[in-house]
C-alpha cells in the first residue's frame, strides 16, 4: 500500500534488560545509559506513525526479546509520571515522541480462541 517498513528482529539485536536505576527519567531525561541496539531503534520508533510487535504467545505473554524491548522503551520514550486521560491512565509520550498507533499480532501454537486469554489472578 506504499508504506515504509523496516523490520527488525529482537531475537537479532542486542537490547539489554532494564536496570530500573531511573536516569532515563532524572538525571539524562530520555536518553538510556546502556550502549546497546536500542539506540539505533529510539529514534527510529520516535518517528514512526504505527508500531508493529508480533510475537508467539509464550508463559509470561511475550518471548524475553520483547520483553526487553519494551522495558527498555517505556521511559525514554514516554515521560516517568503518569496522567489520566479519556478514561485511561497512561504516559505521555516524551517531545519528539509520535503518538501513533500501536499493534500487536499474537500467534499461538493451540489454535483455540481461549489460549489466547491469560489468567488473571
Same mark, same amino acid.
Given at each position: 500500500?506504499? *508504506? +515504509?517498513?523496516?523490520? /527488525?528482529?529482537?531475537?537479532?539485536?542486542?537490547?539489554?534488560?532494564?536496570?530500573?536505576?531511573?536516569?532515563?527519567?532524572?538525571?539524562?531525561?530520555?536518553?538510556?545509559?546502556?550502549?546497546?541496539?536500542?539506540?539505533?531503534?529510539?529514534?527510529?520508533?520516535?518517528? *514512526? +506513525?504505527?508500531?508493529? /510487535?508480533?510475537?508467539?504467545?509464550?508463559?509470561s505473554g511475550v518471548t524475553g526479546p520483547m520483553k526487553n524491548l519494551w522495558?527498555?522503551?517505556l521511559i525514554p520514550m514516554g515521560e516517568p509520571h503518569v496522567v489520566f486521560?479519556?478514561?485511561?491512565?497512561?504516559?505521555?509520550?516524551?517531545?519528539?515522541?509520535?503518538?501513533?498507533?500501536?499493534?500487536?499480532?499474537?500467534?499461538?501454537g493451540y489454535w483455540e480462541t481461549e489460549n489466547f486469554n491469560l489468567p488473571?489472578?
Amino acid at each position: 500500500m506504499g *508504506a +515504509d517498513v523496516e523490520l /527488525f528482529y529482537t531475537k537479532k539485536l542486542q537490547i539489554r534488560p532494564c536496570q530500573g536505576e531511573f536516569d532515563c527519567a532524572i538525571k539524562t531525561p530520555g536518553e538510556c545509559f546502556q550502549k546497546d541496539d536500542m539506540k539505533m531503534l529510539y529514534p527510529k520508533l520516535a518517528d *514512526a +506513525d504505527i508500531w508493529v /510487535f508480533a510475537s508467539p504467545v509464550y508463559v509470561s505473554g511475550v518471548t524475553g526479546p520483547m520483553k526487553n524491548l519494551w522495558d527498555r522503551m517505556l521511559i525514554p520514550m514516554g515521560e516517568p509520571h503518569v496522567v489520566f486521560r479519556n478514561g485511561r491512565s497512561r504516559h505521555p509520550m516524551r517531545e519528539g515522541v509520535k503518538s501513533g498507533k500501536i499493534v500487536l499480532v499474537s500467534s499461538c501454537g493451540y489454535w483455540e480462541t481461549e489460549n489466547f486469554n491469560l489468567p488473571i489472578e
